[in-house]
C-alpha cells in the first residue's frame, strides 16, 4: 500500500471512529451558561490539538475582533448590543444570556414547535433568546471556554474551497459570516429566522462589516452561486435534511464545499428544537444528495464535496452510504458496540480532565 492510500486509510477510519464515539454519547451540556468572570483562568492543555491551534490562530483573533465593537472588550460589546437592541441594561442582558434556556423552552411551547411545522417556523420566526445564547456561545469561544467551531470551519474551507464565495446557512447572528468577510472572503448569511437576521444585520452595521443575506422563509438560495458553505450547528434543527441538502448542492458552484456538524441530543424538553438523537440517518441523507466526505474539520464537523447526482458513481456511492449507514447490519453493529463507545467517550472525557488538570 501507498503512503496516500495509508494516510487515507487511517483518515476514514478515525472519522468513522469519532462519528461512532459522537453518537454514542450525543448529550452535549444543557442548563444555565457559565460566566467565565466567576473562574479561574482557563487552561487550554488539555484541548484537542486542532482546537488548540485554531485558538491561537490569526483567524481567531480576527473572529475576536468581529465581536467586539469599537475599542470596548468582548463582554462590553456583546452586553452592550444585546442591551441596546432589546431596551435592556447590561445586567439584565447578562442573565437573559445565561438562562437562554429556560426561556427558548417557554418560546418552544408558546409556538407549539413540537405541533406542528407552521409551529416550528413559527418559533424561529420569533425567537428572542437564541441572539442571547449564540451571543453568549461566542463570547464564551472568545475566552477559549467552548470550540472555536467558525474558525475550524473557516480554515478547512480556506484550504478545500475551489472559490472565495461564502454561504453560511443557519447563519444565527451572523459572526462566521464576519469572520469569512474579513479574510478575503464575500459572504451571505442565510436564516430561517428574521429576529436572529434582524439582529445580525444590526451588529454587522454596528462593526461596518458588508455581508448579503437572506432570508429562508421568503427567498431561495440562488444556484451555483458559493464555493463554501458552512451549516455549524444547524442541520440538527432542519426537518427534512435531504431536501434541504439538495438545496444546499444546487447553490454549489462546481466542486464546491459544504462544512456541516449534526449537533444531535437525548431527548429532553431542553433539546426538543434539537430533531435528532442519532446522525446515522441524516448523515444518510446528506450523502445521498449529492456530497462525499473531504474529512472532519473539527467539533464534530465534517467537510463534504459536491459531486454529480447522476450516473453509476453516483448510484454506487449511494448504495455504499446506505450500507455504511443506515442498513440493518449497520444498526445492528451500531447497537452491539454502544456500550463499548460509551466506555471509549468515558475515558477520553477522563484523559482529558487529567491533562486540563495537569497530572501526568
Ligand atoms: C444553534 S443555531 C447556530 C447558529 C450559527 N450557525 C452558529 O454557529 O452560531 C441554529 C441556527 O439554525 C437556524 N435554523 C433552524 N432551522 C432552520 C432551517 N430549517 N433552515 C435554515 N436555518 C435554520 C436557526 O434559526 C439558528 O440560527
Same mark, same amino acid.
Given at each position: 500500500?501507498?503512503?496516500t ?46 482546537c488548540?491551534?485554531?485558538l491561537?490562530?490569526?483567524?481567531m ?27 435592556m ?26 405541533g ?11 425567537t ?37 464565495r ?33 439582529f ?5 452595521q454596528?462593526?461596518?462589516?458588508e455581508?448579503?443575506?437572506?432570508? *429562508? %422563509?421568503?427567498?431561495?438560495? @440562488?444556484? /451555483?452561486?458559493?464555493? =463554501?458553505?458552512?451549516? #455549524?450547528?444547524?442541520? +440538527? ?10 438545496? *444546499? %448542492?444546487?447553490?454549489?458552484? @462546481?466542486? /464546491?464545499?459544504?462544512? =456541516?456538524?449534526?449537533? #444531535?441530543?437525548?431527548? +429532553? ?9 442519532d446522525? *446515522?440517518?441524516?448523515v ?20 463534504y ?6 450516473? *453509476? ?48
Amino acid at each position: 500500500m501507498s503512503v496516500t492510500t495509508d494516510r487515507s486509510l487511517y483518515k476514514s477510519l478515525r472519522l468513522g471512529l469519532w462519528r461512532a464515539m459522537q453518537s454514542a454519547a450525543p448529550q452535549a451540556e444543557q442548563g444555565e451558561y457559565i460566566d467565565p468572570l466567576d473562574l479561574p483562568p482557563v487552561d487550554i492543555n488539555g484541548w484537542d490539538p486542532a482546537c488548540r491551534e485554531a485558538l491561537e490562530s490569526p483567524e481567531m483573533a480576527s473572529f475576536v475582533d468581529a465581536l467586539r465593537a469599537g475599542e470596548r472588550s468582548v463582554r462590553d460589546s456583546i452586553l452592550g448590543d444585546l442591551a441596546e437592541y432589546y431596551d435592556m441594561t447590561p445586567e439584565q442582558a447578562r442573565k437573559a444570556c445565561l438562562n437562554w434556556e429556560e426561556t427558548s423552552v417557554d418560546e418552544w411551547r408558546r409556538t407549539n414547535a413540537s405541533g406542528s411545522d407552521a409551529g416550528r417556523v413559527e418559533f424561529y420566526r420569533t425567537t428572542q433568546s437564541w441572539s442571547f445564547d449564540l451571543s453568549w456561545w461566542a463570547y464564551l469561544q472568545s475566552e477559549g471556554r467552548a470550540d472555536p467551531s467558525n474558525v475550524l470551519a473557516f480554515r478547512f474551507a480556506q484550504q478545500h474551497a475551489p472559490g472565495r464565495r461564502h454561504l453560511d446557512f443557519g447563519s444565527g447572528i451572523g459572526i462566521t459570516s464576519q469572520l469569512f468577510a474579513r479574510n478575503g472572503w464575500s459572504s451571505t448569511s442565510a436564516d430561517l429566522s428574521s429576529t436572529l437576521l434582524d439582529f445580525a444585520r444590526f451588529r454587522h452595521q454596528n462593526r461596518g462589516d458588508e455581508i448579503a443575506y437572506i432570508d *429562508l %422563509h421568503t427567498d431561495k438560495l @440562488p444556484a /451555483g452561486a458559493y464555493d =463554501a458553505i458552512t451549516a #455549524i450547528d444547524t442541520l +440538527a434543527h432542519v426537518p427534512d435534511v435531504y431536501t434541504t441538502c439538495r438545496e *444546499l %448542492h444546487a447553490a454549489l458552484g @462546481p466542486d /464546491g464545499i459544504l462544512v =456541516a456538524n449534526f449537533d #444531535i441530543r437525548a431527548a +429532553a424538553p431542553e433539546t426538543e428544537w434539537h430533531l435528532y438523537d442519532d446522525d *446515522l440517518r441524516p448523515v444518510y441523507d446528506l450523502r445521498r444528495a449529492g456530497f462525499v466526505p473531504i474529512g472532519p474539520a473539527g467539533y464534530g464537523m465534517v467537510g463534504y464535496r459536491k459531486t454529480p447526482t447522476r450516473g *453509476l458513481g453516483h448510484h454506487l456511492r449511494v448504495a455504499g452510504a446506505w450500507l455504511m449507514l443506515v442498513s440493518p447490519p449497520r444498526r445492528l453493529a451500531r447497537a452491539l458496540s454502544q456500550p463499548l463507545l460509551r466506555s471509549l467517550v468515558r475515558l477520553r472525557t477522563r484523559l482529558r480532565a487529567h491533562q486540563a488538570a495537569g497530572q501526568p
